[in-house]
């Protein structure tokens, strides 16, 4: 092959080569006035637009292109308002909310903890720093005969599940307790997470342990501020609570049968021991329990005992369950939201599920993950839960102590004036919401709503077939449960199920999204304007090539003129 010719043009003649292929050579013998024009009627002629190029329309009259003009400008400035006030909406991040219904042949079910009204054992009091709180019972009478004649040996002094028990052994069945008043302190608890104390008087108390003294500086009629004097520890809670085996009587699922071994234990500060069914975080996810049935016979059936014995009369005011009902991933707290379930009742609790997702930013402040959140064994992110503990983490770190068991610390003395007036300032400063709690809602959350149906239980001619399968597998069932009034003052039946085996579903959406905002800018453009995109595509080009003509003729040579090298 022989040698290919060499290029030989310099720079300037590349360039103007390239802007020839790109855009076509200019006429650079014309003058600016006439490439102008010629571009111009380029444009009138081709346009898909409506006004500009009447405007621009040298052959028309000049009052129409006045006209024209003028309706331009005005439609123009329409659409500039509308279109503004659209971009500003768009920037708000508005949202929207949709909901469906949605049928499954099968549903998770929920997390069921229960939980016995009575914080501590009886029994378990002697020889522990609370076993003074017992001897405040025998002050007072039952139907005009003193606690301390009140024999219940029969059920300390064999117990099943070979625990120390108290000698005394004395108790009252609170619902017919009469108490005098006695106040000398106020206390005010305005939400289930503080417990804000005026410490009048309380510097006399010489022992944080001195239950009778604490008493005497009780007020209210109800004496439900004592209980906030009582703190017990976690693993105080763990041993001196109620246990599962004596709790959990009777269980099945699904009319198949379960046992307290399927409950997973938590430590409540209102409520002691806890136990919860379905526990998605003791639980592997192939095992988390569905359920495809619906109605009253299936779902979690439970027969509890509260054992009223064990009751300590100025803890436990009322007597039976507590139950919440959660997402098996969320802690829960039944201090808040849980289900009063009374002895002598079987408790039907009927149940719908609502799913609800919201947006994160920019559109909401929901929480996907908080990556800094701690949660009791890291159980999922719920908005109660980040609130109760972002208080105890600040306790801890302001006052160095704790009021609550959902994180490790050492609780705090009631006769401790010092803490007691650093957590009033943080109680305060939570209630005003100065923490800076980082704690919207979660993004996603499971709630269900609950129908309550109650009855009368057990029944004269059913207890006796009661007691028969409960004693034979329970020896405190048998000592308590001695004829139809015992059973009724002790035993509580649960019943949760679902009602239908659908739910609805609640999804926040944006209102205007990129897609929906062009559409809308280019409806108006299309109303106000007579244009689509590619009219302002062709409008930028008309400017592009305006620009050029100009450009080309003071920065490019003539087409007679040499270009040469330097």
């Known amino acids: 092959?022989?040698?290919?010719?060499?290029?030989?043009?310099?720079?300037?003649?590349?360039?103007?080569?390239?802007?020839?292929?790109?855009?076509?050579?200019?006429?650079?013998?014309?003058?600016?006035?006439?490439?102008?024009?010629?571009?111009?009627?380029?444009?009138?002629?081709?346009?898909?637009t409506h006004g500009i190029p009447r405007v621009l329309n040298a052959s028309r009259p000049w009052q129409s292109r006045l006209f024209w003009c003028v309706v331009t400008l005005i439609f123009a400035g329409v659409f500039l308002f509308q279109g503004s006030k659209l971009v500003q909406s768009y920037i708000a991040r508005p949202t929207t909310t949709k909901i469906s219904l949605i049928t499954k042949s099968r549903l998770e079910f929920p997390a069921v903890t229960i939980c016995n009204l009575n914080m501590l054992r009886r029994s378990m009091l002697k020889g522990t720093r609370f076993e003074t709180l017992a001897a405040l019972d025998r002050n007072h009478k039952v139907d005009g005969i003193g606690l301390e004649d009140s024999d219940y040996s029969w059920f300390f002094s064999d117990s099943s599940s070979g625990e120390e028990t108290t000698t005394d052994g004395k108790t009252?069945?609170?619902?017919?307790?009469?108490?005098?008043?006695?106040?000398?302190?106020?206390?005010?608890?305005?939400?289930?997470?503080?417990?804000?104390?005026?410490?009048?008087?309380?510097?006399?108390?010489?022992?944080?342990?001195?239950?009778?003294?604490?008493?005497?500086l009780s007020k209210g009629s109800d004496y439900n501020n004592f209980k906030n004097f009582v703190k017990p520890t976690k693993e105080e809670l763990r041993t001196l609570g109620h246990k599962a085996k004596d709790f959990?009587?009777?269980?099945?699922?699904?009319?198949?049968?379960?046992?307290?071994?399927?409950?997973?234990?938590?430590?409540?500060?209102?409520?002691?021991?806890?136990?919860?069914?379905?526990?998605?975080?003791?639980?592997?996810?192939?095992?988390?329990?569905?359920?495809?049935?619906?109605?009253?016979q299936y779902g979690l059936q439970l027969t509890l005992m509260v054992e009223q014995p064990e009751y300590i009369g100025i803890l436990?005011?009322?007597?039976?369950?507590?139950?919440?009902?959660?997402?098996?991933?969320?802690?829960?707290?039944?201090?808040?939201?849980?289900?009063?379930?009374?002895?002598?009742?079987?408790?039907?609790?009927?149940?719908?599920?609502?799913?609800?997702?919201?947006?994160?930013?920019p559109y909401g402040n929901c929480i996907r993950k908080h990556d800094s959140f701690y949660a009791p064994e890291k159980y999922d992110f719920s908005q109660r839960s980040c609130l109760k503990l972002c208080l105890q983490e600040t306790l801890n770190e302001t006052c160095s102590c704790i009021t609550d068991v959902l994180i490790d610390g050492t609780m705090c003395e009631v006769i401790n004036r010092e803490q007691g007036n650093c957590r009033n300032s943080v109680f305060k400063d939570f209630l005003k919401n100065k923490l800076n709690c980082d704690c919207s809602n979660a993004c996603s959350e499971t709630v269900f709503k609950p129908r309550i149906a109650i009855s009368r239980w057990p029944t004269a001619r059913y207890e006796a077939h009661l007691y028969d399968s409960l004693a034979s597998i329970n020896k405190k069932a048998a000592r308590i449960l001695t004829n139809v009034a015992q059973s009724r003052n002790n035993l509580v039946r649960?019943?949760?199920?679902?009602?239908?085996?659908?739910?609805?579903?609640?999804?926040?959406?944006?209102?205007?999204?990129?897609?929906?905002?062009?559409?809308?800018?280019?409806?108006?453009?299309?109303?106000?304007?007579?244009?689509?995109?590619?009219?302002?595509?062709?409008?930028?080009?008309?400017?592009?090539?305006?620009?050029?003509?100009?450009?080309?003729?003071?920065?490019?040579?003539?087409?007679?003129?040499?270009?040469?090298?330097?």
């Not at 000398?184 to 503080?194: G, M, P």
């Not at 379960?258 to 996810?285: D, M, P």
């Not at 009902?325 to 002895?343: H, Q, S, T, V």
């Open 172 to 216: 009252a069945e609170e619902d017919t307790t009469s108490l005098p008043y006695r106040g000398r302190r106020a206390l005010n608890a305005e939400s289930s997470y503080s417990d804000e104390y005026d410490y009048s008087g309380i510097e006399d108390i010489e022992d944080p342990n001195d239950w009778e003294a604490l008493y005497n």
């Open 316 to 361: 436990s005011p009322n007597s039976g369950v507590k139950v919440a009902i959660k997402d098996p991933r969320i802690y829960a707290f039944p201090e808040d939201d849980g289900i009063e379930a009374a002895p002598g009742f079987a408790t039907s609790i009927g149940l719908t599920k609502t799913s609800i997702s919201r947006l994160p930013e």
């Open 494 to 566: 649960l019943s949760v199920f679902y009602e239908e085996l659908n739910f609805e579903n609640v999804v926040e959406t944006p209102l205007i999204t990129v897609e929906s905002l062009f559409g809308s800018l280019g409806g108006l453009l299309g109303l106000y304007i007579g244009m689509s995109f590619i009219s302002v595509t062709e409008i930028l080009v008309f400017i592009f090539e305006l620009l050029r003509s100009v450009c080309c003729h003071k920065g490019y040579p003539s087409k007679h003129t040499k270009v040469s090298g330097r």
């Open 248 to 296: 959990i009587l009777q269980c099945s699922f699904d009319t198949e049968a379960c046992s307290y071994e399927n409950f997973t234990v938590i430590q409540n500060a209102e409520y002691g021991n806890c136990f919860v069914f379905n526990n998605a975080h003791k639980l592997k996810r192939g095992k988390r329990t569905t359920t495809s049935r619906t109605g009253s």
């Open 1 to 48: 092959m022989g040698d290919l010719p060499r290029d030989t043009k310099t720079s300037p003649e590349k360039m103007a080569d390239y802007s020839e292929k790109a855009y076509g050579r200019p006429d650079y013998d014309e003058s600016p006035k006439e490439g102008t024009r010629k571009i111009v009627n380029e444009f009138v002629d081709n346009a898909t």
